[in-house]
């Protein structure tokens, strides 16, 4: 008896399991909605470029909608965080700004497209040639977006004309680089712990020499940092710096927003902060809907 | 001429057409770590409920690793954000938290689920049949997370024994609610914006009378509000009663922090506060990994 009965209750067992787990779960894959990803052929950059694209749902309502749109560069770090976002902001039950497209730039050669200068010299001005090789092409990615890419995501996209440029590290530092020298490519601007450093505070000097005192600059501008060596460091002063700078010219229709994380380090800044630069910028949003 | 010059015009248009898009895009889906949705039946409740899981990529190094799991309510809501932070601020070059799973709730009856007494009134105490109806049943609603989600989620899912509950608004009453009742269920629990105006404050009296005095408690409780009326609205001045009533009670052991944004709104305030909250909860983590 006892050589049969094992084998029965083995099966016993086993059976149970299969029903339990039949009975208990069934595992489908969660869908949200989808993004692209584009792979576009840029002859000023000479390569393939990827750019993420995530779109809102279609409002079945109102087909031919269009929708403003959000470049971010570092696409593998902060492009489905922004989509997410978006996407929850502009929920009709939370209605904290439009519905948006956004777009996200990874990176093939991210010292060479995201520095504004060519420089060896590292964030304490000594030099460091093996990091920062070829460093000096953000002039170059600049026109990539404005004749390249926007025109490819207004070509392909539901777009409206109102367009914000996102980035952190090196990426705000070309943020900021963008508004000083293609002001006009966007409507908003913002700039996650910019690398102000680069280059002996090349861009800071910039600002000083491109901003005109009492000019008209119709554009948003968010600016911060984080706790990224404490209050003294050079990252937190060139920060203040900027600040001030953009004070004392007094720019007309400048709506400008300097956010300070003492809690965040220079990674968890950006969660925080494109949060704040998203719900700053269409602060008046509501109004005018 | 004329006649025929047309038609090869078009069709000289329509190839260029074709050859740029075919030249200069190709479209593909975008892949992120995808998230799973089980539908597993509720003997408690009497009813199928899904779950949505999202699970850490897996470590090729350390295949047997074991996560913690963030239980969030509204599912529909916050699922996916709370998966975007964890994964963000768990990165390598991040580490702000471990790589943890997240198991969101969404609801079938959420005023039935997320409440904890059977009542009518609503949020000024005036009687409320339609909206209210079938409520009180959050006792309930904690018993199938202890005795049949949480058991099925470390059956099935590769989990340590560290576990948060998250909840807003009335999923935020529901997770006070959890600590004052269940509270060996959870290691940490997050209230954002909890209703605690829910039947004459009901679970603020809980609260004064569940907690005793200078006793141990050894658990992290994340609270907060937004600007839910202002700073003298009931639900604000609800907050600091709450806040006042734990203070006063000395517990050991028991580590919270409460924080109020006064530019959110009821819906804008969870994407701040839930990362606030993570960062807080594991803000002792870098040292002890």
Known sequence: MQLLAYPFRWLTTLFLVVAFQAHSQNTQAYTSTPSEVMTIHSRLLNEERKVYVHCPKVDSADVNKRFPVVYVMDGDNHFALLAEYVDYLSRPDV???????????PNTKRTRDLTPTSSLLNYEGKPDSSS??????NEKFLQFIEAELIPMIDKNYKTAPYKIFAGHSFGGLSALNCLLTHPD????YIAVSPSLWWDREYVLRMTEEKLKSGSTLDKIFFYSDGNEGGRNSFFHKNLLKLDATIAKKKLKGFDYLYKHYPTETHMTEPI???FDA???IFKDWEKHR
């Open 95 to 105: 209605l904290a700004m439009p519905k948006a497209i956004i777009v996200g730039i």
């Open 132 to 137: 920062y090789k070829g460093s000096g092409g």
């Open 185 to 188: 490519l966007f409507d908003a």
């Open 272 to 274: 925080v902060a494109y």
């Open 278 to 280: 998203l719900r700053y």
